[in-house]
């Protein structure tokens, strides 16, 4: 049985203790927050994405406010760090030379020097290191992924993402709307789609990127292009300056040389394969989401099993490097080389 812990218990907390308890083999041993009403009022799940609303059962967890105590009494084998963005070098770090295997949430951090310190304790102890970087375990970009990587539709000739949100007011102690503690959407939610983008089609040359300020007063849209060798454009759109009522889609557009790829959260189908010769349709994908798939995949590494290498701490960093990238080419009005 694996002991795992968990420390930050708002959004995500919440969302990765859920994928935990779905799991065999693994047990959450220990949570930690240091705000203790976290561990009274566990239901409803906010945020952009809709988790499941019933009540969470502590019961024979050990239940902690101070994360050193955490460490140093549960016996864990591996954590979940899901702190806000600027706690999540000096708590891996922490927990990598306790000796625990680590699955921060993305971003990695808020700076490519503390991801590169991250990456180094996870290489000095000889644990693993995962970043939550969803989108490349969510079922239809997964295949997506796939399907481009077989080859079977030809090469890239252009590619759209998008990532909308309501503006997130839910965070503890309004973290998110904080530039020097979140990045601002930029490097909070639009890093979904640049680490996609890098996961797919290699880190580009180079990025250029507007943004527009909404109520963080710092890059809360942002329109990047992603430039390549190769002759195609790629693009893509975030933010979280939305109206509350709007509330989140995610999307994109694939085209390649002998079919489209196209996926809208908010359609139905979602997801469709539309090739230049024949009819359109929907493949068949993994079950679960990003998130479920993201920890099953985590779990199984910590247990020893054979699992396909889907992120490095060494790409995390670089999805950090693009997304400051994208955000110095929007101050500068250049493009930024990488
Ligand atoms: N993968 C995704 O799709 C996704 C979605 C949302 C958030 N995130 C990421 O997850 C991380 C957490 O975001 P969230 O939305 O859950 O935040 P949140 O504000 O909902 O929760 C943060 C929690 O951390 C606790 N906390 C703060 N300081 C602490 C400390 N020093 N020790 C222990 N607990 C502490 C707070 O009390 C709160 O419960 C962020 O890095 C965010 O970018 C990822």
């Known amino acids: 049985m694996i002991r795992t812990g968990i420390v930050g218990l708002g959004f995500m907390g919440k969302m990765h203790f859920r994928c935990y308890q779905a799991l065999e083999g693994v047990q959450v041993a220990a949570i930690c927050d ?3 009403t976290k561990f ?39 954590i979940s760090i899901t702190l806000p963005t600027y706690l999540h070098k000096d708590h891996t770090v922490k927990a990598l030379g306790a000796g625990l295997n680590v699955l921060c949430e993305k971003p990695m951090a808020l700076t ?46 252009a590619a759209m993402f998008q990532r909308l949100s309501l503006t997130p007011g839910w965070a503890w102690d309004g973290w998110l709307m904080d530039p020097a503690r979140s990045g601002s959407a930029a490097v909070d939610l ?3 789609d640049s680490d ?41 759109e975030g ?8 509330g989140f889609e995610m999307s994109f557009n694939i085209v390649l040389e002998k079919a489209t790829i196209v996926y809208d959260c908010t359609r139905s189908p979602a997801f469709k394969v539309c090739p230049v010769e024949g009819d ?9 989401d990003g998130y479920s798939n993201e920890i099953a995949h985590f779990v199984k590494a910590v247990r020893g099993e054979s699992v396909p290498q889907i992120i490095t701490p060494g790409q995390s960093v670089d999805s950090v490097r693009l ?16």
Not at 209 to 226: E, K, L, W
């Open 280 to 288: 359109a349709f929907t493949p068949e994908v993994a079950s679960g």
């Open 239 to 246: 933010g979280w300056a939305m109206s509350p009522t709007f």
């Open 112 to 157: 490519v020097e503390d991801g590169r310190a991250m990456q180094a304790a996870a290489e000095k102890s000889g644990r693993l290191l995962q970043i939550g970087h969803c989108i490349r375990f969510w079922p239809e970009y997964a295949k997506t992924k796939e399907l481009i990587d077989s080859g079977q539709y030809g090469k890239i000739r």
């Open 196 to 236: 996609y983008v890098q996961y797919v089609f290699g880190m580009p040359k180079a990025v250029f990127s507007r943004t527009a300020r909404g109520p963080s007063n710092d890059a809360d849209h942002i329109v990047t292009q992603y430039v390549y060798e190769e002759d195609c454009v790629v693009t893509a």
């Open 323 to 338: 997304v400051l990238a994208e955000k110095h080419s929007a101050r500068s009005g250049e493009k930024v080389s990488l």
């Open 190 to 192: 639009h890093i979904h």
């Open 34 to 36: 240091i705000d203790e």
């Open 40 to 78: 009274e009022n566990t239901s409803g799940t906010a945020g952009n994405i809709a988790g499941a609303e019933a009540p969470l059962d502590f019961t024979g967890i050990g239940l902690y406010t101070d994360f050193d105590k955490m460490l140093a009494e549960a016996n864990l084998d591996a």
